[in-house]
């Protein structure tokens, strides 16, 4: 009987060390979206390499649906590196203590080869878009598997192959790729659909802008919806269009123009509607749906869609993006 009870008890203290061991072992296995974050992206002379052009769809899929604050926590995981996202983002706080016409010329001189400063004195990107900066470093340029991408302050994306490249070797060499990147910083009207010339896909860039104002006109908020494709791989299948809106910044009515202000971002709906190349350009892919709140931001503010197979060749819809600022912003139309 003693050694029945001996044995009983040595059987009940193996299980035991396997459980435990089990659970230390559950408790250090990443899940599948921290192990992609973490094993197919690094970082490589101040700029971010990606493993392949996979990982980095995955990845921006996942990054470009944080909030700001969780965009700062994934940045920072990365010693060494500094996105364009946060630079501009830090320039535009120190932008909204500007509050006379010599401190306005100090930082026009500071910072005139990094952002553009509007007529009306705001101020937007001069490199990139909204959903690039997330990625590229303070002199737009990241890498995806042996490929190297370069934004330019010439509103153009460089592709090449290669050692990195400086900006006088980019000049002087013709084995690269340069696709245009589209920047409207003119307002449009509201329109019932958004399409290019017949027989034609969009470019990289953005589709559409709107200004939208308070009703006291003291306060307003730019609306932007913007593409960005993604060339297939050795061009034997169709690339990827991502489409989504950018809440650039809320501005306040201040010294000299218009400066951005710490705010909160809403979303009540939003319902788009696709058409591609790949399937003749027969509807197929919509968008219904409300996104999360952001508050206590300093824009911009992605709100992201899913991406889809086709270059995109029609948008026709309806979205509504407010803030604090501006809680009575109507719905536009595209």
Same mark, same amino acid.
């Given at each position: ?87 501009? !983002? ?30 009306? +004195? ?14 590229? !470093? ?69 589709? +559409? ?7 006291? !006109? ?30 650039? &910044? ?22 788009? &509607? ?11 892919? +919509? ?48």
């Amino acid at each position: 009987m003693k050694n029945k009870f001996n044995l009983r008890c040595l059987i009940l203290s193996i299980l035991a060390v396997i459980s435990v061991s089990s659970c230390k072992k559950d408790a250090n296995v990443k899940k599948p979206e921290e192990k992609l974050l973490t094993n197919a992206v690094s970082i490589e002379n101040g700029y971010l390499k990606f493993r392949d052009q996979k990982a980095f769809d995955s990845i921006g899929t996942i990054i470009s649906n944080y909030s700001p604050k969780q965009l700062e926590a994934w940045e920072t995981s990365f010693k060494g590196f500094t996105s364009y996202r946060s630079l501009y !983002n830090n320039i535009q706080k120190e932008y909204s203590e500007v509050n006379d016409s010599k401190a306005f010329d100090l930082f026009q001189k500071k910072y005139s080869e990094v952002v553009t400063i509007r007529p009306d +004195s705001s101020i937007t990107f001069k490199l990139g878009t909204p959903y690039s900066a997330i990625f590229m !470093n303070t002199l737009g340029e990241f890498k995806v598997g042996d490929q190297f991408r370069k934004y330019t302050k010439a509103n153009s994306l460089i592709l090449y192959t290669g050692a990195h490249r400086n900006e006088s070797e980019l000049k002087n060499t013709s084995d690269m790729t340069v696709v245009p990147v589209k920047r409207m910083l003119m307002t449009t009207n509201n329109t019932l659909s958004i399409a290019p010339p017949p027989g034609q896909s969009f470019n990289n860039g953005m589709l +559409s802008q709107r200004l939208l104002y308070n009703g006291d !006109n003291k306060r307003r908020v730019y609306i932007e919806l913007w593409h960005e494709f993604t060339p297939p791989e050795h061009l034997v299948a169709f690339g990827s269009p991502r489409l989504y809106f950018s809440v650039l &910044q809320e501005l306040k009515k201040t010294f000299g123009g218009w400066r951005s202000n710490e705010t909160d971002y809403y979303s009540n709906g939003t319902n788009l &509607q696709f058409t591609t190349s790949a399937n003749n350009g027969v509807p197929f892919y +919509s968008f219904n749906g409300s996104f999360g709140p952001h508050q206590g931001v300093n824009g911009p503010v992605i709100y992201n869609m899913p991406s889809f197979p086709g270059p995109c060749n029609s948008v026709t819809g309806t979205a509504r993006f407010t803030t604090g600022g501006v809680p009575d912003a109507p719905t536009v139309y595209y």
